[in-house]
């Protein structure tokens, strides 16, 4: 009997930030993985060959076997953008158009002859808008047969936002925000004016939020953006630059507040904390308008919501404690690397019936017991191999006694977000704890949160109200943060990740065992990198990290690594690209 051949469509996100591959096998997402970790470039935006080898390497394919490659966007739409935008802004607009368009006529625009060139693809090509990417991606990652979805982000082609709906297996966008009036570009624009990088230090101006107050709410409601009821916007554009320039923002903007933008690097005063909250504040106001109008539009119970925006875990909590929908779903890896899985899953759904499958978020490499041994006698380093209840108890222990793990297990987690695969872990219930890892470990500010992985079964005794938090994409308000200090926030928050025994059962295993010797069902969750690099993917990058930073003990399955028995080791360092 002549066994049916599988079929194999291939995601791919490229050429702007966080470019990433994702192969799905009859319809099933099998796997996925960032170019960033395997270059060690953080946000490569580089056509992703490392990722699309890899993951093609994991199915034990080749590239003939691929029946379709599905790409995250329009590049010609995108590209009309710029041409319109240039036109509609000149001259202003000339210099970011003249640094833009070498990369665009060498690569950006020839998507289809640049792949089949790079890994010798020979079949179709199916295109997706960058939007339909980001809200494929959650629809049809999510456990719901129909639903509504949301996406805000910076921009794709044009849009910025779009809602519709999930019926029939058929996505269908009914309405879209274009550009240049973005709510992401406005989040962007006073993360640059706080000091901090543009695509990638947002995340930093929502953890600096909770320590300042929203003195500027309504002079950013009044001077720079217009909010209407729907949730649709329009900015000021007089006092930004990202469609003209090659800033965000101008004089005018820093003109309104009486300041100039901060340095990066430099100390953030009182007042640059209240602008976070400030913006802070208005953001959630246009998620939570947007979501009510999408409630009424669409007459749908449950809400899927993507783009970069949805990574907001504080207007995430506000979301879902409105309870303007009876359930919510944010996909992972909602950012653009996720725009690889969602045009992948976008061109499998096309036409057919779905089967309602919840994607993991572990979708990268197990490294095998002997794969672990050689990357330790190629550089010499000496590890105790115990057995999987020994290296818990000795992991738990070390916890317990106060010491900072490296933790390697299990396969990469997609998107931006340790989920105790690569992860770093402390005890909670030491108030100099976060102090000491931002300081000697992440190398990174001291504003700057951890969040709190908890055993699922107990979230509740310790956060309010915890529910949708296996993937730490919400805030919860702690119920009394005293005992465990180093992962609640300046406001009595924290991002909360929960944990069971079918998500991650030997993270699950651990945290019951540290809560039999320390008393606490929770521990400290960051990712597993120092500042400027991605997050580790192989032992190699693991003890990389390790011995060029302040942490403890090192934990590779089920190899335990410590520094004092390893005093001769020598790992050339990589350079750090502070962020």
């Known amino acids: 009997m002549e066994v049916e051949k599988a079929t194999y469509i291939l995601g791919i996100s490229a050429y702007f930030h966080d470019s990433a591959a994702a192969l799905l096998k009859d319809g099933r997402v099998l796997v996925?993985?960032?170019?960033?970790?395997?270059?060690?470039?953080?946000?490569?935006?580089?056509l992703p060959v490392n990722a699309v080898q890899f993951c093609l390497d994991f199915a034990g394919i080749t590239i003939d076997d691929v029946d379709t490659i599905a790409y995250y966007e329009k590049p010609f739409l995108k590209f009309e953008r710029l041409l319109e935008t240039q036109i509609a802004f000149y001259p202003k607009a000339y210099l970011p158009f003249r640094k833009t368009i070498k990369s665009w006529l060498r690569d950006k625009l020839w998507v289809p002859h640049n792949i089949r060139k790079a890994i010798g693809f020979k079949g179709e090509f199916f295109y997706c808008e960058h939007h339909e990417s980001h809200a494929a991606a959650a629809s049809y990652s999510s456990p719901f047969e129909e639903t509504a979805f949301l996406t805000l982000d910076g921009v794709g082609e044009w849009t910025c936002a779009s809602y519709g709906i999930l019926k029939n297996n058929q996505l269908q966008i009914l309405s879209?925000?274009?550009?240049?009036?973005?709510?992401?570009?406005?989040?962007?624009?006073?993360a640059?004016?706080?000091?901090?990088?543009?695509n990638s230090g947002e995340?930093?101006?929502?953890?600096?939020?909770?320590?300042?107050?929203?003195?500027?709410?309504?002079?950013?409601?009044?001077?720079?953006?217009?909010?209407?009821?729907?949730?649709?916007?329009?900015?000021?554009?007089?006092?930004?630059?990202?469609?003209n320039g090659m800033r965000m923002i101008n004089s005018k903007f820093?003109?309104?507040?009486?300041?100039?933008?901060?340095?990066?690097?430099?100390?953030?005063?009182t007042f640059y904390k209240d602008i976070a909250a400030s913006i802070q504040e208005v953001l959630e106001e246009i998620v939570l308008k947007s979501a009510s109008h999408v409630r009424v539009q669409t007459g749908m119970k449950y809400l899927c919501y993507g783009g970069g925006v949805a990574l907001n875990c504080k207007a995430n909590q506000r979301l879902l404690e409105s309870e303007i929908f009876e359930d919510i779903f944010i996909y992972g890896a909602s950012g653009d690397a996720g725009g690889a899985v969602g045009a992948a899953l976008l061109c499998s759904n096309q036409n057919q019936s779905r089967q309602i499958i919840s994607t993991s978020s572990y979708l990268g490499k197990e490294f095998t017991a002997e794969e672990i041994q050689n990357t330790l006698g190629e550089y010499k380093v000496k590890g105790t191999l115990l057995s999987k209840e020994e290296m818990i108890g000795v992991t738990s222990s070390e916890l317990a006694n106060g010491k900072v793990i490296a933790w390697l297990q299990g396969r990469d987690e997609m998107g931006p977000r340790a989920l105790g695969n690569r992860s770093i872990l402390a005890s909670p219930t030491d108030n100099q704890m976060r102090d000491r890892i931002n300081r000697m470990i992440k190398f990174r500010e001291q504003f700057r949160p951890f969040a709190p992985v908890v055993l699922e079964e107990k979230a509740n005794d310790y956060?309010?109200?915890?529910?949708?938090?296996?993937?730490m994409l919400y805030t919860f308000t702690a119920l009394d943060g005293k005992e465990i200090p180093s992962c609640v926030h300046e406001d009595g928050s924290a991002r909360v990740q929960t944990v069971n025994s079918h998500q991650n059962p030997l993270?699950?295993?651990?945290?019951?065992?540290?809560?039999?010797?320390?008393?606490?069902?929770?521990?400290?969750?960051?990712?597993?990198?120092?500042?400027?690099?991605?997050?580790?993917?192989?032992?190699?990058?693991?003890?990389?990290?390790?011995?060029?930073?302040?942490?403890?003990?090192?934990?590779?399955?089920?190899?335990?690594i410590r520094k004092e028995e390893n005093s001769h080791v020598q790992i050339e360092d990589t350079t750090l690209e502070l962020d």
């Open 507 to 560: 993270l699950h295993e651990l945290i019951a065992e540290f809560n039999r010797k320390a008393g606490v069902p929770i521990l400290i969750n960051t990712s597993f990198n120092r500042r400027g690099e991605p997050m580790v993917h192989s032992p190699e990058d693991a003890l990389r990290t390790f011995f060029r930073s302040g942490l403890d003990v090192l934990v590779l399955g089920n190899f335990v």
């Open 463 to 471: 956060f309010k109200s915890v529910r949708n938090a296996n993937e």
């Open 192 to 198: 640059q004016y706080c000091g901090f990088r543009v």
């Open 32 to 46: 996925a993985i960032q170019e960033e970790r395997l270059t060690r470039i953080k946000q490569d935006s580089s």
């Open 176 to 190: 879209e925000q274009t550009y240049p009036h973005s709510v992401g570009m406005l989040y962007s624009a006073f």
């Open 203 to 243: 995340y930093k101006l929502m953890g600096l939020a909770p320590y300042g107050k929203p003195k500027y709410a309504d002079l950013i409601r009044e001077k720079i953006v217009q909010i209407n009821k729907d949730g649709s916007i329009k900015l000021e554009l007089k006092y930004f630059r990202f469609h």
């Open 254 to 269: 820093e003109n309104v507040f009486g300041k100039p933008a901060l340095k990066p690097e430099k100390n953030i005063s």
